[in-house]
């Protein structure tokens, strides 16, 4: 069975890390003179608390993990670092929120969502803004992800526990040792996010704003400092500063990385991901692009500069907005409700299904058509020259399947609950796909999420968890082959 000692010893070394996370918010609210500096040092307090508890019941645990540890390690993490991340939220006298709200808006930070329950951030002190953007920026990567950068030999086995958080069907062949590989792939994260903060401090953003907006643009995340996002600034080049840094954020790290140390651009240019993820934003900014002139009677450069900024915000799962969505024909809502469900590509910080499967699905219609006309051929199934075997697709068939069952589940249970039927879509798509706005009039894209049920809230709470994952890892746990001691 599940390694207990193990596991707990993990989980104590996460939570001091997370410990360690809130003293940096903890020293920005010192020195903002917010009154939400006991709130970060009773929440310090706690976590480490909570860490030493679980290095103690992980004393002279072996260092083997096996398979279902991994899955079991990785979606507990996530909800530890929720609960104790909301400690903030529950404690600060000016949020207010009961455990439901604190819970959802630190979930919804960690699995770089987006969504918030949060009416007015303005009024919120520094430090506690400063603490919702880190969590998206820590999620960005992964938690897991970014300890196996940190603490490379705290587990042997860290390949699996990579494997259960990693995203997409084809993995991205890291360096020999996962801990180097994970180093140089937050390396580039880091220089994105902080080319990210000077662009938008030479655009005019003070330091704080720009820290805040480069962390949650690069972790694709959407959490902002002002309550009309970056509509709120009314400048133009932050805009396409934002654009330009979410398309890079959703593009393969990996990927990004080979192009900038060994000067393979044209690697980029010919992967057919990329190509694919390119050419859906041109065709969906183009569409939005020619009705928002025919109908809302838009500019030529006011039309290309929001329609390529929302496409790339919801293609990436950002959720940042610089124009209302809610007033646009109905038809673009079906353009960014697809671009929603694909996603940006694999191994970036955007969520969806990711772009590798559409284009594995394209490829599989393909031949599917070529075996109708030559029912004895052999057709490979090639993406980069290398063949995507039999095993692969059976899982993207399983996965699709199941993600939209969950869809369609999910968005009944939304109904009963008394949400409307366009929101109970679009928010579980949202949810799922680690967007954050959602389309529709009662809950808009420039909408807070306050007014859903609690038991709703809890409901997107999991959605999101379940959709960062990535469906198995977390739903493998509610399978009864998961607990057989075999």
């Not at 390529?308 to 646009?328: H, K, M, P, R, Y």
């Amino acid at each position: 069975m599940l390694n207990l000692r193990l596991i707990s010893k993990i989980f104590g070394s996460l939570l001091l890390i997370e410990a360690w996370l809130m003293f940096w918010c903890l020293i920005i609210a010192i020195y903002h003179g917010g009154n939400d500096i006991f709130a970060f040092a009773a929440s310090i307090v706690l976590t480490i608390a909570g860490g030493v508890v679980f290095r103690l019941l992980g004393r002279n645990a072996d260092n083997l993990m096996t398979r279902r540890d991994s899955y079991f390690v990785v979606t507990i993490t996530w909800i530890l670092f929720s609960l104790f991340g909301m400690l903030p939220f529950m404690i600060c006298p000016t949020s207010h929120l009961s455990l439901t709200d604190a819970f959802f808006e630190s979930m919804s930070g960690f699995t770089t969502t987006g969504a918030t329950i949060i009416d007015d951030v303005e009024i919120y002190p520094k430090g506690l803004l400063f603490w919702r953007s880190l969590t998206q920026w820590i999620g960005g990567l992964g938690i897991v992800f970014f300890t196996i950068a940190i603490l490379p030999s705290m587990v042997k086995g860290s390949v699996k526990v990579f494997a259960a958080e990693a995203t997409g069907p084809i993995r991205s062949k890291l360096h020999p040792r996962l801990s180097t590989g994970a180093k140089w792939i937050w390396v580039v994260y880091i220089v994105l996010t902080l080319a990210c903060m000077l662009s938008y401090m030479a655009c005019g953003m003070d330091l704080f704003d720009a820290a805040n907006y480069a962390m949650t643009s690069t972790a694709t995340g959407g959490f902002a400092t002002t309550n009309g996002s970056l509509a709120s600034f009314h400048s133009p080049a932050e805009e396409y500063v934002c654009t330009f840094f979410c398309f890079l954020a959703g593009i393969n790290f990996m990927l990004l990385y080979i192009c900038v140390t060994r000067f393979k651009i044209k690697a980029l240019l010919k992967n057919a991901e990329f190509r694919f993820y390119i050419s859906m934003i041109l065709i969906a900014t183009i569409y939005i692009m020619v009705e928002l002139m025919m109908r809302n009677h838009y500019d030529f450069e006011r039309a290309f500069r929001v329609s390529i900024f929302q496409v790339v915000s919801f293609f990436t799962s950002t959720g940042l907005f610089s124009d209302n969505a809610a007033e646009w024909p109905h038809v673009t809502w079906v353009v960014l409700a697809v671009l929603m469900f694909i996603g940006g590509m694999s191994g970036s910080t955007s969520g969806g299904i990711k772009s590798i499967r559409g284009v594995m699905l394209l490829k599989i219609v393909r031949n599917e058509f070529r075996q109708i006309l030559h029912p004895n051929a052999v057709l490979p199934l090639k993406i980069n020259g290398t063949n995507v075997t039999q095993s692969k697709r059976v899982t993207l068939l399983a996965f699709l399947t199941l993600y939209l069952i969950l869809a369609v589940i999910c968005a009944f249970v939304m109904i009963m609950a008394g949400v409307d039927h366009t929101n109970s879509v679009t928010i579980t798509l949202s949810c799922m796909g680690n967007v954050g706005p959602t389309l529709g009039m009662e809950i808009g894209p420039t909408m807070s999420w306050a007014q859903l049920p609690e038991m709703v809230k809890w409901f997107c709470a999991f959605l999101m968890l379940v959709g960062r994952l990535e469906l198995f890892s977390v739903l493998v746990l509610f399978t009864p082959a998961f607990w057989k001691e075999n």
